[in-house]
Each structure stands twice: as structure tokens, then as C-alpha cells.
């Protein structure tokens, strides 16, 4: 198992701040992946100023979970803030993707808000 990083910019974002990070099995086949990236926040009424880490998108497969595939890839997230010097990790988990709310939990994330939403 191994944990590759692959940049993939939006249009009008600059190269490097959205970040791919993909865990391929020994084989090469891409068995789960998330995004992330680098978010400095500014302070508010109510929050300090910081730098966090985002974890965006992970993508879970309910038939493989518990497998170990999901650690290095979360660790990889981690180093990528490590590095930028962030001091927290968050995760955007989307209600489509209510696989991955078990697996965001496992790995010691807890709830924080609820965003909601309607049309226009």
C-alpha cells in the first residue's frame, strides 16, 4: 500500500492548493482517495486566527471499510499540514457521502456544525 500526491487545481486556483492524495495497492489500482488543502482562516467574533488542514471529499468504500487503507492516507493529510503549520485537521463530509461519517469518527474526528442547505 502506498499513498501518492497528485495536485489538481480548480480553474482560477493556484497549482498547488487543492491536493490529491490517492492510496494505490501494490498492484497500482487507486483503492481510496481524498482531497485536501490549506486554509488560512481569519479571526471572528467567534474564532481565533489559524491554519488548518481540510480534508475534503473522502471517498469510502462501505465494503472495504475497517481494512487499514484509510490510516496512511489520513496520516498523509496530516503531514501536509504538518508541514504548512497547521495546528488542526477538519473534514467536509457531504450527506451523499454518509459512508464516510463512521470512518471520520474512527480516526478521531468529531462533529462540529451542521451546514444546511436549499435551493434558490
Do not use: K, W, Y
Amino acid at each position: 500500500m502506498s499513498v501518492q500526491r497528485r495536485s489538481t487545481p480548480r480553474a482560477g486556483e493556484p497549482r498547488r492548493a487543492r491536493i490529491r492524495l490517492v492510496a494505490e495497492s501494490d498492484e497500482g489500482e487507486v483503492v481510496r482517495h481524498t482531497f485536501c488543502r490549506v486554509e488560512r482562516r481569519e479571526a471572528s467574533v467567534i474564532t481565533l486566527p489559524a491554519a488548518v488542514v481540510s480534508m475534503e471529499q473522502p471517498a469510502v468504500d462501505p465494503a472495504g471499510g475497517r481494512s487499514g487503507v484509510g490510516a496512511p492516507l489520513v496520516e498523509a493529510v496530516r503531514e501536509v499540514g504538518r508541514r504548512a503549520g497547521c495546528r488542526r485537521l477538519v473534514a467536509s463530509v457531504g450527506e451523499f457521502n454518509a459512508a464516510a461519517r463512521p470512518f471520520c469518527e474512527a480516526i478521531g474526528l468529531r462533529l462540529m456544525q451542521v451546514r444546511m442547505d436549499q435551493p434558490l
